[in-house]
């Protein structure tokens, strides 16, 4: 099983919908994840942490559910600008705080 | 605000050459991070320095990669010689501590002919 795994997409949904990706993880004794946002050839950008007690910021909602081992992050009212592709960031099993992006999940928001 | 450099943005170079990027984190960051990402795939860690030491280049080819973080500000990246399949984009990155958020400087895009 991979370190992260998250869906490669692409989710093609129109402007106003609302979209949800999960992404699983594997060492049960994370603490720290992250969601990244990458616009296509540019770094990625963190786009929010993810605590125990969920994180919400603005449209964007971000879930961590450590029975299942996956977060999720949901995005409501899509804008055409959300268009990238969102990593997911996970720490490595083993320790010493190596954090593991997965290959991320595309998100094509059309008119 | 605060923003990781990273020289050159792009290179071009034929195969069995150097090169060579370099990396300036956030002011007051500890940690660097040195990865590499291939076209739809998530960035892939090379390298990370606490300071000027390495704590982890498990990932580093080191026949032909080598990093290095001399005074613990900013850092480079060799390789020599190149080769084809390290096309790539090389991304540098800091956090203020291991295991925190990173952030990103915006690349060097290397293409090996």
Known sequence: RKEVEQDPGPFNVPEGATVAFNCTYSNSASQSFFWYRQDCRKEPKLLMSVYSSGNEDGRFTAQLNRASQYISLLIRDSKLSDSATYLCVAPLSGGYNKLIFGAGTRLAVHP | ?113
């Open chain 2, 1 to 113: 605000e605060a923003e990781v450099a990273q020289s050159p943005r792009y290179k071009i170079t034929e195969k069995s050459q150097a090169v060579a990027f370099w990396c300036d984190p956030i002011s007051g960051h500890a940690t660097l991070y040195w990865y590499r990402q291939i076209l739809g795939q998530g960035p892939e860690l090379l390298v990370q320095f606490q300071d000027e030491s390495v704590v982890d280049d498990s990932q580093l080819p080191k026949d032909r990669f080598s990093a290095e973080r001399l005074k613990g500000v900013d850092s480079t990246l060799k390789i020599q010689p190149a080769e084809l399949g390290d096309s790539a984009m090389y991304l540098c990155a800091s956090s203020s501590h291991r295991g925190n958020e990173q952030f990103f400087g915006p690349g060097t895009r290397l293409t090996v002919l």
